[in-house]
């Protein structure tokens, strides 16, 4: 979620100043640019060179150092943030916020961030519940900034209660839950199965496909992105997400694939089925490795269960089921086929016949025909941007 903000952080003095060292490193983790901020009094805490260091980025102390001639615009840096997160904000520092004082760099660029601002306190017991920062913090939040209240616990004085600064991890949690919360598919339960499925034929020996498993993987990275709870159900590949919010689901056979969509359905907004599912199955599995003994050899198959029909036809209302359709012949008819058969809300068709398209590849050609058999189709991109494409349609379908 915080992949790419730019965020300021501002360090009062306070004790906690040294949880900033590690607030700053999970950021920068997340994939964040921090520029730090500090207070004059947080100097004496914690260096500038310790957060200069993990932020990659001169941590900004003074409006201006007149020996180099160096200035830091309060305006420009208040307009580069996308969020600013004061952590630890002492009562001090809050007291000024509250009340348009700007007599440092940090308060100033408070002053000037057009951003949301997040405030995160840390003081003693009695600080905290005086009605001087009660009435603040109100203050404060009645502009729109967002508080990220202190924890209980023993206090840097030895007493116990209410003040301690939240821990930088809670902090990076708070922050990423409240962008997910802003995202277009926020709270909204998507299954993405994936890959090719293996059909056990001995203990060595299996029937499967050419699906890298791609196109789902990034599907599945895309919908992360558009903040969806993914349950990525994946065949046997060696792709990997990118998005760590994901919860994969590994499965070998079509009938391990369908246990885990059924498992995963009922509450789930959307369906997207891009594996490519084998439609048949060994009868027997030999217990024991087949030996090589007559010239020919026959393997007696049954049909695999349609996993997509099956979820099509427990539908309820409101849940979009998407398919996909390989096709070599005939394809937007055997698309609209499958569309109608197995009650999809639309079917992504792509065409071995379009250079580009296809198992293994980086690339794909999508036609997109929804259920009053409105088709769109795509010029050949690469999956990354298919995935967009998709997701965007579902995304539209779910809002509206
Ligand atoms: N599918 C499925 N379960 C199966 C077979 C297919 O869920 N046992 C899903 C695929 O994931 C895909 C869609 O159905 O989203 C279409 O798969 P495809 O193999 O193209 O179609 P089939 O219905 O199997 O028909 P055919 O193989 O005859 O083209």
Not at 55 to 75: F, M, R
Not at 314 to 343: H, P, R, S, V, Y
């Amino acid at each position: 979620m915080l992949e790419g903000k730019n965020i300021i952080l501002g360090v009062c003095g306070s004790i906690a100043a040294y949880k900033s060292a590690l607030l700053v490193r999970l950021l920068v983790k997340a994939g964040a640019n921090v520029q730090v901020l500090m207070t004059p009094d947080a100097t004496s805490f914690i260096t500038p060179l310790t957060l200069s260091t993990l932020s990659k980025k001169p941590a900004l102390v003074d409006y201006y150092k007149t020996e180099t001639g160096e200035w830091n615009n309060h305006v420009e840096l208040g307009l580069w943030a996308d969020m600013l997160i004061i952590a630890p904000a002492t009562a001090n520092t809050l007291a000024k916020m509250a009340n348009g004082f700007c007599d440092n760099l940090l308060t100033a660029v408070y002053l000037s961030a057009k951003c949301p601002v997040y405030f995160a306190p840390a003081m003693d017991l009695d600080m905290w519940l005086h009605p001087a920062t009660r009435q603040n913090v109100s203050r404060l939040q009645s502009f729109g900034n967002t508080l990220i209240a202190p924890g209980n616990g023993e206090l840097a004085s030895g007493l116990y209660g209410e003040g301690r600064l939240a821990e930088p991890e809670e902090i990076v949690d708070f922050l990423s839950s409240i962008l997910k919360k802003k995202l277009v598919l926020a709270d909204h339960k998507v299954i993405v199965t994936a890959g090719p499925t293996y059909e056990a034929i001995d203990p060595v020996r299996f029937i499967g496909n050419h699906s890298s498993g791609k196109m789902g993987f990034a599907i599945a990275d895309e919908l992360a992105r558009m903040g969806a709870d993914v349950i990525l159900i994946s065949g046997p590949t060696a792709q990997v997400s990118g998005q760590q919010s994901i919860k994969r689901i590994d499965v070998t056979s079509a009938a391990e694939m369908l246990d885990a969509c059924l498992a995963h359905y009922k509450d789930a907004k959307a369906c997207i089925m891009s594996a490519a599912v084998a439609d048949y199955t060994p009868v027997t599995i030999a217990q024991q490795k087949i030996k090589k003994k007559d010239a020919s050899f026959a393997i007696e198959l049954k049909t695999t269960t349609d996993i997509l029909k099956t979820l099509g036809e427990q539908k309820t209302k409101g849940q979009i089921l998407i398919g996909f359709a390989l096709e070599t012949n005939d394809e937007e008819a055997n698309a609209i086929t499958k569309l109608q058969k197995k009650n999809l809300d639309f079917i992504v068709l792509n065409s071995l016949n379009d250079a580009g398209a296809g198992f293994k590849k980086d690339t794909n050609k999508i036609t997109i025909i929804d259920r009053d058999l409105h088709k769109t189709a795509f010029e050949l991109k690469s999956k990354d941007a298919v995935a967009h494409d998709i997701c965007l349609k579902v995304a539209q379908l779910i809002n509206q």
